[in-house]
């Protein structure tokens, strides 16, 4: 929001920036919840992604009904006056993630500690309990919305058997993974297509024997060519099964540099919803690739290979990939896409890629690796499944591509900030005073005046037409000499 000021004759007319931000703790405290209660349900990445959008959309919108410096993701009402920010991130998170993770151990040991530690930080009263209510009903808005976005559906998959096709990979040659859910309806994308990728290189060409063999020969689980720091790359980005997942590692990047920068609790729910909303809509886009383009893994092109259509690959029966590869087709990389991604919004959202970051893992927690940006990082997780041996480098490619587009477009379409009401006409003083602003339309706005810049009476609160004007009328006006007038979004 920017602050516009406009003299008109005697009149000084205010747009103020909300006042007393506080500083950023519930927000992440909720986040790192979430991401144990994610290791301890075994929550696969596309699962993972679409509870952490749920936790911080509410979140988010919680406190926006609270302090209105941004649009809404859905929730457009505002909490009652007064209303506890730090009482409503809880209230809504709570009200989320107990939804999402009904074992009664996760909640027993994880969810109701840090619920219950950090509503007992808020002072008793009023505040506290309106901001509780306030967002538990934005919560459970949020899980409404979504109820039937399509994440249960059956689903209907045949695993091939032909050169090309996915099938079931060692060892435990588990059956696909959530084929269903390149259908679950979009958070923010006008369709899962929307992003697709171009095709994998065909079985038979060079550019695909190129590319079998450039992970046969860095991503084999014995004789491989890789560095030891590449082997370590592959597993610190491995994010498999019982951690935080790719979707989570990103989340715990954002919320250490959120606090390394001091956000408030706006503007950190706001940069988590932002970069979940992303992460949530990449596992959607890419599970609708995988699916759709239905490509075989690594492991499985190089133990059949045909010397009679790919001359230039040998097969080798007893090859293994380092990283175990997951069950699920290989095209395009979901880890590219998470990455590319997250490190978008969070260069947009920062104003700059080159933020210094270290970051530790599940898969190797006694590991920290350091990294001069996001989009290092975003290439450090790409390469890495090459380096487990568990993707084609045309995968890592499309995926980060449209990692990318997809975060250009959350973040040019969602989640704005409210420009300040701007003045536009206010009748002389002396008289009943007619004001008109220019706001957005459809939303609120509050009038406040006052002779002396010190003690402000609301004048009253209206809602933009269509055409974005809101209309005003003072009637203390009368008599004043001078009068000043400030308004702000609500």
Not at 312 to 321: R, T
Not at 445 to 468: K, S
């Amino acid at each position: 929001m920017r602050t516009r000021r406009l003299n008109l004759r005697t009149c000084c007319l205010l747009a103020l920036l909300p006042t007393g931000l506080l500083r950023a703790g519930p927000v992440a405290e909720w986040n790192e919840a979430a991401r144990a209660a994610i290791r301890a349900a075994r929550s696969n990445p596309p699962v993972a992604s679409r509870g952490l959008a749920l936790l911080h959309v509410a979140i988010h919108d919680a406190v926006t009904g609270i302090q209105r410096m941004h649009r809404p993701y859905h929730v457009t009402d505002h909490a009652p006056e007064g209303a506890s920010l730090e009482a409503a991130v809880s209230g809504a998170a709570y009200e989320v993630l107990r939804h999402l993770f009904p074992s009664s151990e996760i909640q027993r040991t994880n969810l109701e500690v840090v619920y219950l530690e950090l509503v007992s930080a808020v002072p008793e009263g009023p505040a506290k309990q309106d901001g509780l209510s306030w967002g538990q009903q934005v919560g459970a808005a949020i899980l409404a919305l979504r109820a039937s976005d399509g994440t249960t559906q059956p689903a209907d998959y045949t695993a091939g058997d032909q050169p090309g096709v996915w099938r079931p990979t060692p060892p435990a040659h588990a059956p696909a993974l959530l084929p269903h859910w390149g259908q679950v309806t979009p958070f923010t994308m006008t369709s899962a297509a929307q992003f697709r990728p171009h095709p994998p290189p065909p079985v038979g060409s060079s550019a695909y024997a190129f590319e079998v063999n450039v992970v046969k020969t860095y991503g084999a689980a014995v004789g491989s060519v890789r560095t030891p720091d590449q082997s370590q790359i592959a597993e610190f980005w491995a994010n498999g099964p019982g951690t935080e997942t790719p979707p989570g590692h990103w989340n715990r990047i954002a919320v250490r540099v959120a606090q390394d920068r001091e956000l408030s609790i706006p503007e950190e729910a706001r940069l988590l919803a932002l970069v979940n909303l992303a992460l949530a809509d990449a596992a959607i886009s890419c599970w609708e690739a995988k699916y759709r383009y239905d490509y075989w893994r690594p492991v499985t092109a190089i133990r059949e290979a045909n010397p009679d259509t790919d001359p230039d690959i040998v097969a080798d029966p007893n090859w293994s990939s380092f990283v175990v590869t997951p069950p699920f087709p290989e095209y395009t990389s979901g880890h590219s896409m998470f990455s590319r991604a997250a490190a978008t919004m969070l260069a947009h959202y920062f104003g700059t890629d080159a933020v210094a970051f270290t970051v530790g893992s599940d898969e190797l927690p006694e590991v920290m690796r350091s990294y001069a940006g996001f989009a290092v990082a975003a290439d450090e997780s790409a390469v890495s499944r090459v380096y487990g041996g568990i993707h084609f480098p045309s995968a890592i490619a499309t995926g980060q591509a449209a990692g990318h587009l997809l975060a250009e477009h959350v973040w040019m379409h969602y989640l704005q900030p409210l420009e300040a009401p701007t003045f536009v006409l206010i009748s002389p003083p002396g008289v009943e005073a007619r004001i008109q602003l220019l706001g957005d339309p459809g939303r609120s706005y509050r009038l406040e005046a006052c002779p002396d810049l010190r003690e402000w009476v609301v004048v009253g609160t209206a809602t933009a037409g269509a055409d974005g004007v809101v209309e005003f009328t003072d009637p203390a006006a009368a008599g004043e000499a001078k009068r000043f007038y400030r308004a702000s979004a609500r």
